[in-house]
């Protein structure tokens, strides 16, 4: 007969309670710094594990960015290097970078563009992770911190099914009045309390604030020409034959300049004017969820000239009922944006600031937010960039984005 102390028990607990609370969490955040050869797993702003990596060599640099783990094997080999063994293999995209274990992990970076990890470790962060964990890759050594703003998402109940299974005596007596009295004949246990199938529908989405880029510009000039008989061949976004012959139909038709950008400022404002619809905000936001669009829409960002950085922002600790939720963000900065010569406390203030200077820029629609947060769940994203989603985000992914600098190497 073995005897355990009590005092034993809580020491066992204590030791496997990270590991425990973190198993298949949606809300780990991986974040690698290629400065120091790091990385370190976060849930919230606590860090409950960390290792020492090895990433991209000069001429196979790691890129600096925001993924997630878009694919698990537990034994892999490289189809692109030698059929080299790549056991506990996280990718994080399609076109070849992952984290995995192997046997040379120098302080330094060695690799050819993947993040090499210990072999203990990359069994242990296999374990941890499920499909769609973050990884963020920078530079610099960043650490979620905790964050608020007005302007920020938060979870609603979605009540607009209440009373919608009721039987109401009289219900089809003609209205003669703007007052009519009911009488309840049953009253079911549902419809005395909220759905209860609101939040069990509830899912971690993934949702991006960027500036519009060239695709959505066109898609929208597209479904304009369409609308007046130019036929552009769709609203796809793609300036094919088609659409580029409907652009200079539509410049002849106003005898506009033929010659220079295709889509000109004065095309633009007058194919706007001629359509009778002012010119659309300079944001745009997206949303994606398991590894899908799900739809997107333009948003005003004020001052659109001035650049947004990039931050990445975390939803946990939800209630619906109460309308909580606390978000933890991270900035990413680029392998060459170090803030020498500034405090700790400097440098964390600085970001913050810049983040709450962004979201005070946006203005959302009220659909928009009202969809989103019916629906958002915990471990919901958000990303906040000026550059885009990269060209990874596709079938099969989140948004990938690439940071400026070493993001093409």
Not at 71 to 76: G, I
């Amino acid at each position: 007969m073995v005897r355990t102390s009590l005092a034993t028990v809580l020491i066992c607990l204590l030791a496997v309670a990270p590991e425990a609370q973190a198993s298949g969490a949606s809300d780990l955040q991986i974040i690698v710094s290629k400065k120091n050869q790091s990385l370190a797993v976060y849930q919230g702003d606590t860090m409950i594990a960390s290792s020492r990596v090895s990433t991209g060599k000069e001429g196979h640099l790691t890129p600096s960015g925001i993924f997630s783990v878009i694919e698990k094997q537990e034994y892999h080999e490289s189809n692109l290097y030698s059929n080299a063994p790549m056991p506990w293999m996280q990718r994080i995209t399609w076109s070849g970078f992952a984290l995995h274990e192997a046997s040379s992990v120098p302080n330094y970076p060695a690799s050819h563009g993947c993040v090499r990890l210990p072999a203990a470790f990359a069994r242990k962060l296999y374990d941890l992770t499920e499909l769609g964990a973050h990884v963020l890759i920078t530079g610099q050594e960043e650490k979620p911190y905790a964050f608020s703003h007005a302007n920020l998402f938060t979870p609603q109940r979605d009540r607009t099914e209440l009373f919608a299974d009721l039987k109401l005596r009289g219900a089809n007596w003609p209205l003669r009045s703007g007052i009519v009295e009911v009488a309840m004949l049953d009253v079911p246990h549902s419809a005395m309390t909220a759905p209860e199938t609101a939040d069990e529908e509830r899912k971690a989405i993934s949702i991006l604030i960027t500036l519009r880029g060239e695709k959505e510009k066109l898609k929208d000039i597209q479904a304009l020409l369409l609308s007046m008989g130019f036929d552009t061949g769709g609203v796809d976004g793609i300036a094919g034959s088609m659409t580029r012959d409907a652009i200079l139909g539509f410049k002849r038709w106003k005898k506009l300049p033929l010659s220079g950008p295709m889509l000109s400022e004065a095309f633009v404002k007058s194919l706007y004017g001629a359509a009778g619809q002012e010119l659309p905000p300079a944001g745009q936001i997206f949303v994606r969820e398991n590894f899908k669009p799900l739809f997107d829409a333009p948003i005003t960002i004020d001052y659109p000239d001035q650049p947004l950085g990039t931050y990445f922002l975390e939803a946990t600790k939800m209630n619906p009922e109460q309308g909580e939720v606390q978000w933890h963000a991270v900035t990413l900065e680029p392998a060459d944006a170090a803030m020498s010569g500034k405090s700790i406390v400097k440098v964390a203030e600085t970001k913050r600031d810049g983040l709450t200077a962004d979201l005070d820029r946006m203005t959302i629609p009220p659909e928009i937010r009202s969809r989103i947060e019916k629906k958002m769940g915990e471990g919901t994203s958000l990303i906040i960039t000026d550059q885009g989603y990269g060209k990874e985000t596709g079938v099969g992914t989140d948004f990938t984005i690439l940071l400026p600098g070493d993001a093409k190497n």
